[in-house]
RNA sequence: GCCCGCCUGGCGGAAUGGUAGACGCAGCGGACUUAAAAUCCGCAGCUUUCGGGCGUGCCGGUUCAAGUCCGGCGGCGGGCACCA
């Protein structure tokens, strides 16, 4: 180093090209459709992303993450499938469309091609060759394919039903992407509107995917809740009460209720508006017709939302009660009861329901009190404001009486089958999945409206149906409906005059088995059995919070409906799944108030400046990266400037996976720093061959320790997924390599300098696997550090020497003290006696006890 | 309203009930340099009469020992929400 030798720098600009080229001829990351037998499999994969022209944060966050397992398994020996592709169906291709008047197909192959470059630049360890897009036909025919085998399976039918329907996307969404009252994608505010569209029946295995959910134990906790309340199971009780007198043919009314114990505190039934009675009632009675319109009209969120008002009509109509033959009990229309939960009719126990007796007072209905807090006296106790929905015991309820809530729930779930007024039922929350969308830029639906045989599927010959390309946009609507010629056909079994179905699917359905797809992603049936027996389930999967609801719940559902049909044996697709933080960044506002991105902003003085006025920045929140706030930054841009191993490097540093990063330009340049200073410190041990040395000088060893110590701890970070920790880990190895420079000259040093240097490389090979195999190469490693097993740690030089044990008074820290590990506890009391600081004040000092935690601590407990 | 998670230096964070603050960022000091950048080395929770005292949101408990376990409170974040 005395010589005036530059310093070396690694140049990256031609090294990450070069290593990716490297590991593309090898063929390193290439498996096969059908795993082979010789070794475990492990199927890694990230959320695949949808073409929007750029990758973003995100993404690299993403990838970065399914990199380092794939890359870190496949060095433990498994075969590792890693495929990656596009969700590339979706209403922005078909905006693109209506705004530059570019073909969305054409739009999102041009977005495909530039994402792909750029998720290439990443260096991720990716088997390309089963790369695909939703929307090639070779995909979605398969796709089709399945939805008929659903279809005749009965997992899939044709409903009339109330929608939510979005104005402004002019299409259909299912009950999951409605938001507050609202359009996930549009924020416009939902209607209600009744039409005939397909539907997946997500229902039929609402118990096993709730059952299901406990075996999923590599999931997050946070994730399996929110599937389980989605799915919402309740147990209850559905009971009728007949009309005193029928109504349009309508005898009865049928309710669902978690509280049977109650219904000696009912004082009303209440109809939801789109309740076939309330319809019946609507179409002779004016004012009933017009407060059915207004709750449609408004939708049940928003009604929620502003005003939380309840608001009711009274139909005039009544019903009777089971255990109570001499009452009967009026029929009103509420806009709080929701036609989707239960049968869309429910009695109202005032007592002991908030929102029954929300309403009861406003519209002076009685209020029967028939559960009693202990030690209230049942004749006396009354309700005011606010219902009682605690424990108690039952009163004024005739048989009821006296018995807990579970007890009266049973006994009166008992009367009532014995009547024959109603049953034990389990109620589920979740509703079946529409999968019906006015859209072109989608999966076409396969089947054929005839008019003398009903729905008839296309033909299995004719799939793929393939979108027509010839479309316009000048129109709102789905320009499949408006297409000339596409949608007129024969009828494939009378072959008479009959029309296509226009509708495309939910681009979620797309993304609902594309997991499965990637095992053989040119096979003629969508799956091989062979291929998705053998890699499924997904070992690992990563991606956003986001998705913990719709994509994944989907996605359990179409495995099933696959199994169903025989298409895999897995019931469940992702045996890991792993949620990722969001990559967050602090906001920019000019004084004018407009967003700048971080480009735009320089620091001056300590003060935020716009680079290009000079002008005063206001610095706002750190928050997610978007594209509204101009808060992004661009990895196209870093991965440019400082490379793709420091972009990794970054989004792996300093924060566990699962929480929200900062992504700041100092961190950047300190992870730069970073990789040139790793490369720097191998630099003394190139073309160095060492064999083990006979005798090590202390130094030597130590550093061989710290070296395998990293080698363990390294390794145990990386099955933990957390990564942070791994990073600290090889930070300090290469402190410790530095620091060897100072006794380069000690017996074995070489040795040990150059063991620790290819060790460094091969750890930080799954996070920067471009810098690792430079490194490895200049060392005089033999080929690919990619093919190169995960380094083990030799067990002698993790067992440790000597240890420091501490020394307590009381708990209180007082000293330490050195010793043999294993030493007998004696001999390390009475060193711990004899340390001087905790000797001094012992002293005078009785010890009442005196405790020993082998190669840790001892702590004296004293009196007084 | 209900459910879940989180709260540790200036910042991100580390810590199988056993020496709190590893590692990094920012900071400070030094070396090298005409100088700066880069690099290298070092310091660093607060406080102190230099013995020590205080310290992981707050209050209490269990324990020889609590960031960690238990109970309560507060704050922040997220999810669900007229679900009968």
Redesign the pocket.
């Known amino acids: 180093m005395n010589e005036a030798s530059p310093?070396a720098v690694y140049d990256f600009a031609s090294a990450e090209p070069q290593w990716q080229h490297a590991w593309n001829e090898a063929g390193c990351f290439a498996v096969d459709d059908i795993p082979a037998s010789d070794r475990p499999k492990y199927y890694v994969l990230e959320m695949f992303p949808y073409p929007s022209g750029k990758i973003h944060m995100g993404h690299v966050r993403n990838y970065t993450l399914g990199d380092v397992v794939a890359r870190y398994k496949r060095a433990c020996g498994y075969q590792v499938l890693h495929p990656m592709g596009w969700d590339a169906f979706g209403l922005p291709a078909e905006n693109a469309a209506r705004e530059r008047g570019v073909h969305p197909g054409e739009w999102t192959r041009a977005n495909i091609a530039a994402m792909r470059a750029e998720l290439k630049r990443m260096g991720l360890s990716i088997d390309w060759r089963r790369e695909f897009a939703t929307c090639d036909p070779e995909y979605y025919g398969q796709q089709q394919r399945l939805f008929l085998a659903f279809l005749a399976a009965g997992l899939a039918e044709r409903r009339e039903s109330f929608v939510n329907w979005d104005p402004v996307d002019g299409t259909v969404l299912a009950n999951e992407q409605v938001?507050?009252g609202r359009g996930w994608r549009s924020g416009a505010l939902v209607e209600k509107k009744k039409l005939a569209q397909w539907s997946m029946r997500i229902t039929k295995f609402a118990p096993e995917l709730l059952a299901a959910l406990d075996g999923l134990d590599r999931w997050p906790?946070?994730v399996r809740?929110?599937q389980a309340?989605?799915i919402?199971r309740?147990e209850?009780a559905r009971l009728r009460f007949p009309l005193a007198a029928e109504e349009a043919g309508i005898a009865e009314v049928e309710?669902?209720?978690?509280?049977p114990d109650t219904l000696f505190g009912m004082s009303f039934v209440a109809l939801?508006a789109e309740h076939p009675l309330a319809l019946a009632v609507a179409a002779r009675d004016a004012g009933a017709a017009a407060f059915v319109a207004e709750c449609r009209g408004l939708g049940?969120?928003e009604?929620?939302l502003e005003?939380?008002?309840?608001r009711g009509y009274d139909t005039g109509l009544c019903v009777r009660h089971p255990f109570l033959p001499d009452q009967s009990f009026p029929v009103w229309i509420a806009?709080?009861?929701?036609?989707?939960?239960?049968?869309?009719?429910?009695?109202g126990?005032p007592a002991h329901?908030q929102?029954d007796l929300?309403f009861a007072r406003k519209y002076g209905l009685e209020v029967p009190v028939v559960v009693v807090p202990d030690g209230e006296d049942p004749a006396a106790f009354q309700v005011g404001e606010r219902a009682f929905d605690g424990a108690g015991r039952i009163a004024n309820s005739g048989f009821l009486d006296g018995r807990t809530i579970e007890d009266a729930k049973q006994a009166a779930i008992g009367r009532l089958t014995e009547m024959g007024w109603g049953e034990s039922v389990v109620?589920w929350?979740l509703r079946d999945w529409g999968v019906s969308r006015q859209r072109y830029w989608g999966c076409p639906i396969p089947v054929i409206h005839c008019g003398s045989c009903g729905v008839v599927p296309v033909p299995d010959d004719q799939l793929p149906l393939r979108l027509p390309e010839d479309v316009t946009f000048d129109r709102p609507g789905n320009p499949l409906d408006h297409h000339p010629t596409w949608k007129h056909v024969a009828c494939p079994a009378c072959g008479a005059a009959a029309t296509r179905e226009t509708d495309t699917f939910d681009t979620f359905v797309d993304s609902s088995w594309y997991f499965a797809r990637f095992c053989s992603p040119a096979a003629a049936t969508p799956t091989v059995r062979a291929a998705v027996d053998g890699w499924l389930p997904v070992d690992q999967y990563i991606g956003g919070?986001e998705h913990?609801?719709l994509h994944l719940l989907y996605a359990r559902f179409f495995t099933r409906a696959m199994r169903a049909s025989g298409y895999v044996a897995q019931a469940e697709p992702f045996a890991g799944l792993f949620t990722q933080g969001m990559v967050t960044h602090a906001s920019y506002k000019s004084e004018d108030g407009r967003w700048l991105y971080p480009d735009e902003v320089e620091q001056s003085h300590g003060a935020a400046v716009e680079r290009a006025s000079g002008r005063p920045v206001v610095v706002g929140r750190v928050e997610a990266m978007s594209k509204s706030k101009r808060n992004t930054v661009d990895p196209g841009g870093i991965i440019y400037r400082y490379g793709a191993d420091t972009a990794r490097w970054f989004i792996l540093?300093?924060?566990?996976p699962e929480?929200?990063?900062?992504w700041?330009e100092?961190?950047v340049?300190?992870a730069y720093?970073?990789v040139?200073?790793l490369y720097?410190l191998a630099e003394p041990s190139c073309g160095v061959r060492p064999e083990v040395p006979a005798t090590c000088a202390p130094e030597a060893t130590a550093l061989r320790r710290t070296t395998h110590r990293t080698i363990a701890a390294v390794t145990h970070a990386l099955e933990g997924f957390?990564f942070?920790?791994a990073?600290?880990r090889i930070?300090?190895l290469a402190?410790a390599i530095?620091?060897s420079?100072r006794t380069a000259e000690a017996d074995g040093m070489a040795f040990a300098r150059r063991e620790a240097s290819e060790m460094a490389a091969r750890l930080v090979y799954p996070m920067m696997p471009h810098l690792a195999e430079e490194i490895f190469a200049r060392l005089g490693g033999a080929g690919l550090l990619a093919v190169q097993p995960w380094p083990k740690a030799e067990p002698a030089l993790l067992a440790v020497q000597a240890v420091?044990?501490?020394v307590?008074i009381?708990?209180?820290?007082?000293g330490?003290i050195e010793a043999a590990p294993g030493a007998p506890a004696a001999e390390v009391i009475a060193a711990a006696e004899a340390e001087p600081?905790v000797a001094r004040?012992l002293e005078g000092r009785r010890i009442v006890?005196r405790?020993h935690?082998p190669d840790?601590?001892v702590?004296f407990?004293v009196a007084g």
Do not use: H
């Not at 309710?255 to 509280?259: D, G, K």
């Not at 005003?307 to 309840?310: L, V």
């Open positions: 310093p938001i507050d906790e946070r809740t929110m309340k989605w919402g309740s209850g309710v669902f209720t978690t509280r939801a049940t969120s009604v929620a005003q939380a008002e309840k806009n709080f009861v929701l036609m989707e939960y239960g049968t869309g009719a429910i009695y126990c329901d929102r929300d109620n929350r919070i913990a609801i540093s300093d924060n566990p929480r929200d990063i900062e700041t100092a961190g340049v300190g720093r970073f040139q200073r720097r957390t942070n920790v990073v600290a930070y300090e402190g530095a620091e420079d420091t044990i501490a307590q009381m708990g209180k820290l007082r330490t600081n004040q006890k405790i935690v840790k601590i702590n407990v």
